[in-house]
Structures are given as structure tokens and as C-alpha cells.
């Protein structure tokens, strides 16, 4: 989002700032899969430049909005693998509003909750939205070389080594045990709750776990029963 935030086509505005003009604007930009093909091109040369003296094998991203424009993303980066972490929505719609709040909280004297649910809400609901239409497409193309993973959020916090191995291997990287020894020092060093538990719920935004499951039926049938049915399966195996 910092490397978009550049071109000043980027979610990091939406979320650092109350600017309803800019993110209706912003949601009107990807109408097709050309529209946000330039800023993928000047995002891949920015990633040339940093690691013009410093060159490994791959990159690592991180950026739910680039499910604003995925089709944009595989013109570009056409031997990509994106990772996908599900999560239950009422999580991440209480998650994203509690961040909201605290970056607007920075730079507006005042700041309604329960004007930043509803924004957290249509936020996700147009990423998630967009992000399945074009996967979709992109899955549909005999000639894609896209790899789409997906992993449940819950699995990742419960059982992070063997989540990642198999990551890894769907990744088809190369796992060690010194790998697996610093990823566990890492784990160690970065306990889940280690500086307190941030507390949040859907309700001190406006919000309740119906109306955000009513939003999100589509995607949780999709994904979310997807993968239950898998792990349902492996466990009988």
C-alpha cells in the first residue's frame, strides 16, 4: 500500500484518513483489468529498484487490497503465487474498524464509531467482492501460470509450522530445519497477546454478526465451508 501509495492510488489514504470523495473516487478506478495496470507496472519497478544490489529469489507481499484489482496484479506479476488468509468476516470487519478508529483518531478531532463500522464493512465487502470476480476470471484461463492458495486463519494461529509447511510446499520452496528452527524463534519471540490482548466487537461500531454474515454469504459459502470441507476430509484421511 506504501509503494501505491506513491502513484496516490491506494488504500493507505482510505485507512489513514476519513476521505469519502477519494474512496468513492478509488472504487471507480478499477472498472476493467486495464485500469490499474499502470500502477502495478511503476509498483514492479520500485520493487526493481530496491532490490537492484540486494537480489534474492522472490518477493514477499503483503496487501489485502490488491484484491481490488487482481487482474491487474497477474499482467504484471504473471508467475505470481497469492496466499490467501480466510478469516471469519465478523473478525476482520471488527479488526479493520478498530484500526480505522485509531489512525483517524490521529488526524480528526472527531471520530464516530459507528460511522467507522459501516466504512469497514463496504471496505472489505468491495475488496472480498472484486477479489473473487477476478479469480474467477484468472482461475478460468487454461494459460494462467497464477498459483492461488488458500489458508484458514485459524489454522495459521493454532498450528503455524505445519500451516507454513505446507505453504511452502504448495509454493514449491524448499523447507530446512534451520528454516524451521528460525521461524520457531521467531514464533517464541512474537507470542500472540504479547504486549495485551487489543480488545474489539462488532457492536461499538454499529454493527452486528447478522448483518455482517448476511454481506458475506457468498464469500463464506465459497470459502470459508470450502475450506471446512477440506479439513473435514483430511482429518477422515
Known amino acids: 500500500m506504501f509503494l501505491f501509495a506513491n502513484d496516490l492510488i491506494s488504500d493507505f489514504f482510505v485507512i489513514g484518513f476519513d476521505l469519502p470523495i477519494y474512496r468513492k473516487w478509488l472504487n471507480e478506478q478499477n472498472l476493467d483489468a486495464q485500469c490499474l495496470l499502470p500502477l502495478y ?34 499482467q504484471v506479476y504473471p508467475d505470481a503465487y497469492i496466499i490467501q488468509t480466510h478469516r471469519d468476516p465478523t473478525e476482520i470487519i471488527a479488526s479493520l474498524a478498530s484500526l480505522l478508529m485509531a ?11 459507528e460511522k467507522v463500522g459501516p466504512i469497514a464493512l463496504e471496505l472489505v465487502g468491495f475488496w472480498l467482492d472484486r477479489g473473487m470476480e477476478d479469480r474467477e476470471v484468472i482461475e478460468s484461463d487454461p494459460n494462467s501460470q497464477v498459483h492461488f492458495i488458500d489458508v484458514n486463519y485459524k489454522d495459521l494461529v493454532s498450528n503455524p509450522m505445519d500451516t507454513l509447511r505446507r505453504v511452502y510446499e504448495q509454493c514449491e520452496m524448499k523447507w530446512s530445519p534451520s528454516l524451521e528452527q528460525l521461524m520457531n524463534s521467531y514464533l517464541e519471540e512474537n507470542r500472540k497477546h504479547k504486549h495485551g490482548k487489543h480488545r474489539y466487537s462488532l457492536e461499538q461500531f454499529g454493527l452486528n454478526k447478522e448483518q455482517v454474515h448476511a454481506r458475506f454469504s457468498a464469500y463464506n459459502k465459497r470459502f470459508l465451508g470450502e475450506i471446512r470441507s477440506t479439513e473435514s476430509m483430511d482429518n477422515a484421511a
Open 41 to 74: 507496472e511503476s509498483h514492479k519497478q520500485q520493487l526493481q529498484l530496491l532490490q537492484y544490489r540486494y537480489k534474492k529469489e522472490r518477493w514477499l507481499l503483503k496487501a489485502p487490497s490488491h484484491l481490488r484489482a487482481l487482474k491487474s496484479l497477474v
Open 103 to 113: 489512525f483517524w483518531s490521529t488526524f480528526h478531532d472527531k471520530v464516530n464509531p
